[in-house]
């Protein structure tokens, strides 16, 4: 009788395992091998790691694991093993999945019965991810596919009033209106500063002045976004951008944007929503925010309860840190379009959509010499910063690292002149942790003298933005290190876990007491003198909470770069931890960067800046490959 924990509980030691193994990983493996023993001892055995394995790449973020890595990983714990197995070429691999019980294989058909595993060329899924990935392109393409008309003389005199300021160059906002107000999908990505949420605002204001000049009714348009902190953000820029409008052009435009969770109608428990392919949202139009912190289960939830003659806009930074849980959808659908046309300015959209483009967007655009995306008539990218000047150090610096010029990195780190960048080369924490206490110091008078308002004004002018969570270099032990150093200073008085001046991020949505993961809250006593945590309204009015009644939540002093995504600080300090680390890449570097509106200092080693800028972060999918004309 196979036992086949005793072979592969060997991997749950950190200190032999290549990976990081858990028991649910090795769960799975004893689950594969069971069922496998049918075949032989020795094949149930290697089938079991090589499930433990697709298992812990899930968790890694990967969708799906191609056969020639999953050779390589699977050789790296074959020594870890209690009981010996042979070493594996990628030829005897494919031999033994031809046995294999538990696995469907795509080129033969995927048979009724659910097998746990799936073949798909040359990559390995488990058949829920291989089934969310397929269902996602297939909406995908459905929705490329769907095209709206509208009267040009009605959207060249709309478009007259709302892009009245003269442009230098191609005006890439109003190129994004035009294409987003004639395609059912839209992905409108740039940089940070680019304007994404202006120019969508001119998008809703195009559409339901269309509607309103050919008599219809207003579209029901809906915001969204992946985090509490990300709704908020949106909210309040998309009331900011309204105000720029036109008086005539702010009728039927959405003020809030709800979580995703809350928009599909979360269940306690449960991992369906109310809102489904059989239930889908009332809606008619609906704008996506920081799409790239959506992972690949939600959006293809997301997508299925979209009704069928509804209009989907995804906004974000296809440079950016893709979601923290598993895939990097928004990143795969730029990538089936190749990375040379994202760099041009010409020759990426169809004859048709080329036409329409210079006729209402007053340019001349060359049309593509061939497809090669079934997206790339539904893509556009934000080019012009407004937050970063061409002599901006930090703008600078975020354009080498995306563009892996680690030389240009070191030169905007070390050059003088560059006056908002600042880099600690072979620093320590100690360093970090004075600079940051000096840094709280406007803070800490704010909430001494017991004014709010200055209080977030003070601490949103700096932030601790780290790679990892443990560690020397962590969250965890910049957080203790820095209220001891705090307390020992005087500026603070921590006689019980939460204190005047304590920051703190909420990590639990909670719609009961309207609080949400990402939330910032600051504690400070009330009138009476009742500590209370309080938290900034998107108003910029205050609202305040018993301590007793808080979900979840985390001290501030640091936060992971992965939380900062959505946020902006007056100054972002960067830490890298030391030595090599498989989190470090270059898209963590930039989003850690571009957080940044004014200043930012890097505290990391040389090896560990190049380590980053060459890194770049590339999940197992097959999405691009899917949405890619050959794929």
């Given at each position: ?273 109310r809102h489904h392919q059989d239930n889908p949202l009332s809606l008619d139009m ?86 090669l995306s079934l997206v790339q008539n539904n893509l556009v990218m934000l080019r ?8 901006s150090g930090v703008g600078q610096l975020a354009r080498a690292i995306n563009n ?228």
């Amino acid at each position: 009788m196979l036992n086949s924990t005793s072979y592969l509980k060997p991997l749950l030691d950190p200190s032999l395992s290549p990976l990081a193994f858990t028991g649910l990983d090795l769960g799975l493996g004893d689950f594969i091998a069971e069922r496998e023993q049918q075949v032989g001892e020795q094949h149930a055995r290697q089938m079991g790691l090589l499930a433990a394995i697709l298992s812990q790449q899930l968790s890694a973020q990967h969708v799906c694991v191609q056969l020639d890595e999953l050779v390589r990983l699977y050789n790296l714990c074959v020594p870890v093993l209690a009981e010996p197995l042979p070493m594996l070429f990628t030829s005897q691999l494919q031999e033994l999945l031809e046995e294999a019980v538990t696995l469907g294989k795509v080129e033969q058909g995927i048979s009724q019965q659910a097998l746990p595993l799936i073949l798909d060329g040359q990559a390995l899924y488990l058949q829920r991810y291989w089934h969310y990935e397929v269902t996602l392109a297939e909406q995908l393409k459905q929705l490329a596919s769907g095209q709206f008309s509208f009267d040009l003389t009605s959207g060249k005199q709309l478009l007259a009033q709302l892009f009245s300021e003269e442009t230098q160059g191609t005006d890439w906002q109003k190129l994004a209106v035009i294409l987003a107000a004639s395609k059912q999908f839209c992905v409108i990505t740039g940089g940070p500063g680019t304007g994404k949420t202006t120019t969508v605002t001119r998008l809703m204001a195009l559409i339901q002045g269309l509607c309103e000049q050919a008599g219809q009714r207003p579209l029901r348009i809906v915001l969204a976004a992946p985090t509490g902190k990300a709704a908020a953000r949106l909210s309040e820029s998309i009331t900011l951008a309204k105000a720029r409008l036109p008086q005539n052009l702010r009728q039927h435009l959405p003020n809030e944007a709800a979580t995703l969770h809350r928009l599909l109608g979360y269940q306690v428990g449960k991992s369906t929503f109310r809102h489904h392919q059989d239930n889908p949202l009332s809606l008619d139009m609906l704008i996506l925010d920081e799409a790239s912190m959506v992972d690949l289960p939600m959006m293809a939830k997301l997508l299925a309860a979209m009704p069928a003659h509804a209009r989907l806009v995804m906004l974000g930074d296809r440079q950016q840190l893709a979601s923290v849980e598993v895939g990097s959808v928004l990143g795969d659908i730029c990538q089936s379009l190749p990375e040379g046309l994202w760099q041009a300015e010409q020759g990426q959209y169809d004859a048709n959509t080329t036409s329409m483009l210079n006729q209402l967007g007053e340019v001349n655009l060359l049309a593509a010499d061939a497809a090669l995306s079934l997206v790339q008539n539904n893509l556009v990218m934000l080019r012009k910063s407004h937050r970063f000047t061409a002599g901006s150090g930090v703008g600078q610096l975020a354009r080498a690292i995306n563009n892996g010029q680690t030389g240009a990195v070191f030169n905007c780190l070390q050059d003088p002149a560059l006056t908002d960048v600042s880099w600690f080369n072979r620093a320590d924490t100690a360093q970090v942790v004075d600079l940051i206490c000096r840094l709280l110091q406007d803070y800490m008078s704010a909430v001494a003298e017991k004014n709010i308002q200055a209080a977030f004004t003070a601490l949103m002018n700096q932030q601790l933005l780290c790679a990892t969570r443990r560690g020397p270099w962590g969250v965890e032990q910049f957080n203790a290190r820095i209220e001891l150093e705090l307390t020992r200073r005087g500026m603070i008085k921590p006689i019980q876990e939460l204190y005047p001046g304590c920051p703190l991020m909420v990590s639990q949505n909670d719609y009961q007491v309207r609080v949400f993961n990402g939330d910032i809250g600051i504690c400070m006593p009330d009138q009476d003198g009742l500590l209370k945590v309080w938290f900034m309204q998107a108003d910029s009015s205050v609202r305040a909470l018993l301590p007793s009644r808080l979900p979840a939540w985390q001290k501030l002093y640091a936060m992971t770069i992965h939380k900062s995504q959505g946020s902006e600080f007056e100054h972002a300090i960067i830490c890298l931890p030391q030595g090599q680390s498989s989190l470090i890449s270059r898209e963590l570097l930039y989003t850690g960067i571009t957080r940044a509106k004014q200043q930012v200092s890097v505290f990391a080693d040389e090896a560990n800046v190049k380590a980053a800028v060459t890194a770049h972060c590339q999940r197992g999918s097959r999405l691009a490959a899917r949405l890619s004309v050959n794929g």
